[in-house]
């Protein structure tokens, strides 16, 4: 096997993994072995082993004592905690894009950004598109890591948000007929303008707290779920891993 066909069998394996852990098909606590998984996807143990070692760096699984792999089950806390992380380092990434002066190109990028997520919302009070919302969320949140122009920050923020609670769209679910969502959109947006202009401005110190500030929504959308609103746990992913 050429290494470029061992790539591709261990992005498949690690894609395929990821999925069945946030999906709850491998509940926490399941013990996963080499031989069963190559068998199932149909491919080497060493793909398998690769994969299942990313997804311990990710933080999905954990490694046994005495060798393998077992998914990850998080408490509430746990979850609270990563989007705490996220919005330090985003903070982090904020104040120092504000202090040491974002680049042109990026700033024009993270704009146009802006621009679309503004045409998500519809002429109707709450009328939001979830689903480009969340892609241009992402987008933005992207950005927001490399305007400082810190590999090492943007690197951090990349690893903390491939945590699926972390992640800056991780409690949006496709359904714009729930009004506590609808009006964490509203907020949302407007503080990411008020980010960019901080930035612009070379306001630091707001940038940060905005950017801190901003991470704490996913923590009441969070809230709403696990106490509100459980029906909605099935379709948001990694909430199957999540104990009350």
Same mark, same amino acid.
């Given at each position: 096997? /050429?290494?470029?066909?061992?790539?591709?069998?261990?992005?498949?394996?690690?894609i395929?993994?990821?999925?069945?852990?946030?999906?709850? /098909?491998?509940?926490?606590?399941?013990?996963?072995?080499?031989v069963?998984?190559?068998?199932?996807?149909?491919?080497?143990?060493?793909?398998?082993?690769?994969?299942?070692?990313?997804?311990?760096?990710?933080?999905?699984?954990?490694?046994?004592? =005495?060798?393998?792999?077992?998914?990850r089950?998080?408490?509430?806390?746990?979850?609270?905690?990563?989007?705490?992380l996220?919005?330090?380092?985003?903070?982090?990434?904020?104040?120092?894009?504000?202090?040491r002066? *974002?680049?042109?190109?990026?700033?024009?990028?993270?704009?146009?950004i802006?621009?679309?997520?503004?045409?998500?919302?519809?002429?109707?009070?709450?009328?939001?598109?979830?689903? #480009?919302?969340s892609?241009?969320?992402? *987008?933005?949140?992207?950005?927001?890591?490399?305007?400082?122009?810190?590999?090492?920050?943007? $690197?951090?923020?990349?690893?903390?948000? #491939?945590l699926?609670?972390?992640?800056?769209?991780?409690?949006?679910p496709? =359904?714009?007929?729930?009004?506590?969502? $609808?009006?964490?959109? =509203?907020t949302?947006q407007?503080?990411?303008?008020?980010?960019?202009?901080?930035?612009?401005?070379?306001?630091?110190?707001?940038?940060? *707290?905005?950017? #801190?500030?901003?991470?704490?929504?996913?923590?009441? =959308?969070?809230?709403?779920?696990?106490?509100?609103?459980?029906?909605?746990?099935?379709?948001?992913?990694?909430?199957?891993?999540?104990?009350?």
């Open positions: 096997m /050429d290494d470029n066909t061992g790539k591709t069998h261990a992005m498949r394996a690690l395929e993994l990821r999925k069945r852990i946030l999906s709850g /098909d491998l509940p926490g606590g399941t013990r996963l072995f080499e069963p998984l190559a068998e199932q996807l149909e491919i080497s143990r060493t793909p398998i082993r690769e994969a299942m070692s990313r997804l311990a760096e990710e933080g999905l699984l954990d490694r046994a004592r =005495n060798g393998g792999f077992i998914v089950a998080f408490g509430f806390d746990d979850v609270v905690d990563a989007i705490e996220r919005g330090v380092l985003e903070g982090t990434a904020a104040r120092l894009a504000a202090e002066g *974002a680049k042109p190109d990026a700033m024009a990028r993270i704009r146009s802006v621009e679309t997520l503004d045409d998500c919302f519809g002429d109707k009070p709450g009328e939001v598109d979830f689903e #480009r919302y892609e241009f969320n992402a *987008a933005f949140h992207r950005e927001l890591a490399g305007l400082s122009g810190s590999d090492i920050i943007r $690197r951090e923020v990349e690893r903390v948000t #491939r699926p609670f972390a992640s800056p769209s991780a409690f949006l496709d =359904n714009a007929e729930i009004e506590t969502f $609808r009006r964490s959109l =509203n949302a407007e503080q990411h303008r008020a980010m960019v202009t901080a930035i612009a401005a070379r306001e630091g110190a707001r940038a940060e *707290a905005l950017a #801190r500030e901003h991470a704490r929504i996913a923590r009441r =959308n969070l809230e709403y779920v696990m106490v509100e609103d459980r029906s909605l746990i099935d379709s948001l992913p990694g909430l199957a891993l999540v104990m009350s």
